[in-house]
């Protein structure tokens, strides 16, 4: 079965630590994207990667890291100096030829 | 002011009923338009995709687009207590070079279908 794999679920952390998201797709897409929702805001665009080893920043890069070592896989850190780290983080990928963005079931982090 | 604007509901309905969801927006740049479905703790899921102003139809959904009057709506025909979920409306520019994935979202609107 095709898709996209996001862990955990569910992650908690202490105000301060680092963290990362994992999202890995056997899809075979090009495209990967990072999105952030919260409560009535709808989702907002962390970062993005069209091709192995590049990324550029999306509307609300700041306090976050990624990287794409692997056409696969587009780890998300979520830094010590993002100052509302509390979300649902969403991971999707994209084919070719403009085809609809298809999302992973997310990873709920709660910094305290 | 936001690019695009979403009904926020809540909307709560009785089985049966027609549901209409809409969406306006500022940017005449967008191109391509989106309606996903949210079930709770879990990702979006496409509903309809279109491109050009009118109609699109899938089964008890109809996509409506207003280029014109940068309006979008979704209807959903005899509502289901499993069309319980949220609804975000998505668009995006054209082609030529932009990332087929950046896409601008509306707010989300929360539907509830009671039997």
């Known amino acids: 079965d095709g898709g996209i794999t996001q862990s955990p679920k569910y992650l908690f952390r202490k105000e301060g630590q680092n963290v990362t998201l994992s999202c890995e797709q056997n899809?075979?897409?090009?495209?990967m994207y990072w999105y952030r929702q919260d409560p009535g805001q709808g989702l907002r665009l962390i970062y993005y990667s069209q091709i192995v080893n590049d990324f550029q920043k999306g509307d609300i890069a700041e306090g976050y890291s990624v990287s794409r070592e692997k056409k696969e896989s587009f780890p998300l850190t979520v830094t010590s100096a993002q100052k509302n780290p509390t979300a649902f983080y969403l991971c999707?990928?994209?084919?070719?030829?403009?085809?609809?963005?298809?999302f992973g079931n997310g990873t709920r982090l709660t910094v305290t | 002011q936001k690019e695009v604007e979403q009904d926020p509901g809540p909307l709560s309905v009785p089985e049966g009923a027609i549901v209409s969801l809409n969406c306006t927006y500022s940017n005449s740049a967008f191109q391509y338009f989106m309606w996903y479905r949210q079930y709770s703790r879990k990702g979006p899921e496409l509903l309809m995709y279109?491109?050009?102003?009118g109609n699109k139809e899938d089964g008890r959904f109809t996509a409506q687009v207003d280029k014109s009057s940068k309006y979008i709506s979704l209807f959903i025909r005899d509502s289901q207590p499993s069309d319980s979920a949220t609804y975000l409306c998505?668009?995006?520019?054209?082609?030529?070079?932009?990332?087929?994935?950046?896409?601008?979202f509306g707010q989300g609107t929360i539907l509830t279908v009671h039997p």
């Open positions: 999707a990928s994209i084919g070719q030829g403009g085809s609809p963005l298809h």
């Open positions: 279109t491109y050009s102003s």
């Open positions: 899809l075979n897409h090009d495209a």
């Open positions: 998505a668009m995006r520019l054209g082609a030529g070079g932009t990332s087929y994935g950046k896409l601008t």
